[in-house]
């Protein structure tokens, strides 16, 4: 039965629930927690779970860990496919309307600042160039551009110069950010999401125990075959996605593969790398997101956390 905390009925569906902060800091197991006390359904909020393959090196949670409770947006897409924000508040918005229609709490969790600042205050009536994508379609023959803006969008094209090569992929590049025909580009996105005020939580621990935790983690994926992971993602197109080698992780130990470094100091650099990210997580969350921040100390178990959160909630 949801707990009292979350107001429910048939013209008020259960407002959603964020749960951010930076890498390490205990978010997905306090998630899980918290999704069996409300009852809720997690909305991974996180730029690299969303491609299939990336396991180890993002922490994606485990099969039984999804099968204990439902997640949304991970693996929905495949390594050599591009992703961006615009495409995570159209799968979010899905996701959390399927989740209220079942009665339960959509608990959204992650650390991609970019992702909750797309979904909390929307993108604007035209995407801005995604760099990836602009490359992409840039290196296309203009041939491929002008057949495929002929599918899509036929009123565009009747009316584009299709000598000019750059509006050509102006036009295809806001095609495929928004999936609505460019020509009818009129309509915005979708409102602002409702305010979150008393339901936006951040967890914070001490910098000597979120180095522990971070220190404790890459340990433990490469004792679960990080190193093994990556070449077979190489294998599978990891190297031809920009975005996907931007994952700390993944990116060193290709570099290891290549022969520019050791096992050990290739160990190092990711540590570094993510107490660098993980900082400057932190302070971006600090200054442009309104949570509120639960300290977590290090013994403290993912269920007391949730069960202080709930206890929030009701006030």
């Known amino acids: 039965m949801p707990d009292p905390a979350i107001p429910a009925s048939p ?9 951010a902060g930076p890498t390490a800091s205990g978010k997905s197991a306090v998630a899980l927690e918290l999704a069996r006390l409300l009852p809720g359904e997690i909305v991974s909020v996180d730029s690299m779970q969303v491609y299939r393959g990336l396991d180890l090196g993002t922490a994606k949670p485990t099969r039984e860990e999804q099968a204990q409770t439902p997640h949304h947006l991970i693996d929905i897409v495949d390594l050599t ?6 495409q995570f ?3 979010a918005r899905q996701a959390i309307e399927e989740i209220q229609s079942r009665d339960r709490v959509p608990i959204l969790c ?23 994508l602009r490359a992409e379609l840039e290196a296309m023959p203009l041939a491929a551009l002008l057949d495929e803006l002929a599918r899509k969008d036929w009123a565009t094209l009747d009316e584009i110069d299709v000598e000019n090569r750059r509006r050509v992929v102006r036009a295809v590049e806001v095609i495929r950010l928004t999936g609505r025909p460019f020509s009818q580009q009129r309509a915005r996105w979708p409102d602002r999401a409702p305010a979150l005020a008393g339901r936006s939580f951040g967890l914070l621990r001490s910098r000597e125990d979120t180095v522990r935790r971070i220190h404790r983690r890459i340990d433990v994926m490469f004792a679960a075959g990080l190193i093994e992971e990556t070449r077979r993602l190489l294998e599978q197109g990891l190297a031809e996605n920009r975005t996907a080698m931007q994952a700390i992780g993944y990116r060193q130990v290709v570099e290891h593969l290549r022969g520019e470094r050791g096992r050990l100091e290739t160990m190092e650099q990711v540590r570094i790398k993510t107490r660098q990210f993980s900082k400057r997580q932190l302070t971006w969350f600090r200054g442009q997101m309104d949570l509120d921040w639960l300290e977590v100390s290090e013994d403290e178990p993912p269920s007391e956390t949730a069960r202080r959160l709930m206890e929030r909630l009701r006030t």
């Open 11 to 19: 013209t008020s569906p259960p407002n959603p629930v964020v749960l």
């Open 89 to 91: 508040v159209t799968r």
């Open 81 to 86: 496919a591009a992703f961006d924000a615009a």
């Open 110 to 132: 992650g650390g991609t600042g970019l992702y909750f600042n797309a979904w909390l205050g929307g993108l604007g009536d035209a995407p801005p160039p995604d760099p990836q």
